[in-house]
T-cell receptor, first 117, second 115 residues
Framework: AQKITQTQPGMFVQEKEAVTLDCTYD???????LFWYKQPSSGEMIFLIY??????QNATEGRYSLNFQKARKSANLVISASQLGDSAMYFC??????????????FGDGTTLTVKP | DAMVIQNPRYQVTQFGKPVTLSCSQT?????MYWYQQKSSQAPKLLFHYYDKDFNNEADTPDNFQSRRPNTSFCFLDIRSPGLGDAAMYLC??????????????FGPGTRLTVL
């Protein structure tokens, strides 16, 4: 089974609207971290937001928020007030306990977001 | 600004001609990673260094080697590039990969073309 699943290969959103990018994960660890990265066409992976498994509140960073539902093992990224510059590929990633995965991150297959003017 | 730098940004090589990609960091992070990313796919970890300790992924071809002469620099050597090695190569760093909150910071990548 895939550890990180992003079911939306491509998404479209109108400029200034909000959009949710889905991410579900699979782990038996109690302690883990979830990350979202943005990759524009230029190639650089940009860290957006982090959520720890023990964090009680959903993480927020500016226009980005993470809708963390632990029981459902989902960590969806919400982008509010979309801008043209948000058009990019978005990756969800997980870091499990060091004993589980030796400090490596597991990435999903990504979602390509296109913001329409 | 502290950052991860990769050179060159674009590299063209011929089939079978060795090539070296470089990565440097000013973040003073202990861990450095090399990823291979093919078009519209997730990045694939090739290897990583925790300080001087080298960790090779089991499915990384022998054609790929790495060196980390000091904390700041890390190199990826492709000894005999094949057409299938054409990809984006991403270098990343993190403070300490033993923690679940350890964030990776990526460089801009080197796009490798093999003719």
């Amino acid at each position: 089974a895939q550890k990180i699943t992003q079911t939306q290969p491509g998404m479209f959103v109108q400029e200034k609207e909000a959009v949710t990018l889905d991410c579900t994960y699979d782990t038996s660890d109690q302690s883990y971290g979830l990350f979202w990265y943005k990759q524009p066409s230029s190639g650089e992976m940009i860290f957006l937001i982090y959520q720890g498994s023990y964090d009680e509140q959903n993480a927020t960073e500016g226009r980005y928020s993470l809708n963390f539902q632990k029981a459902r093992k989902s960590a969806n990224l919400v982008i509010s007030a979309s801008q043209l510059g948000d058009s990019a590929m978005y990756f969800c990633a997980m870091r499990e306990d060091y004993n589980t995965n030796a400090g490596k991150s597991t990435f999903g297959d990504g979602t390509t977001l296109t913001v329409k003017p | 600004d502290a950052m991860v730098i990769q050179n060159p940004r674009y590299q063209v090589t011929q089939f079978g001609k060795p090539v070296t990609l470089s990565c440097s960091q000013t973040l003073n992070h202990n861990v450095m990673y090399w990823y291979q990313q093919k078009s519209s796919q997730a990045p694939k970890l090739l290897f990583h260094y925790y300080d001087k300790d080298f960790n090779n992924e089991a499915d990384t071809p022998d054609n790929f080697q790495s060196r980390r002469p000091n904390t700041s620099f890390c190199f990826l050597d492709i000894r005999s590039p094949g057409l299938g090695d054409a990809a984006m190569y991403l270098c990343a760093t993190s403070r300490d990969h033993r923690g679940i909150a350890d964030t990776q910071y990526f460089g801009p990548g080197t796009r490798l073309t093999v003719l």
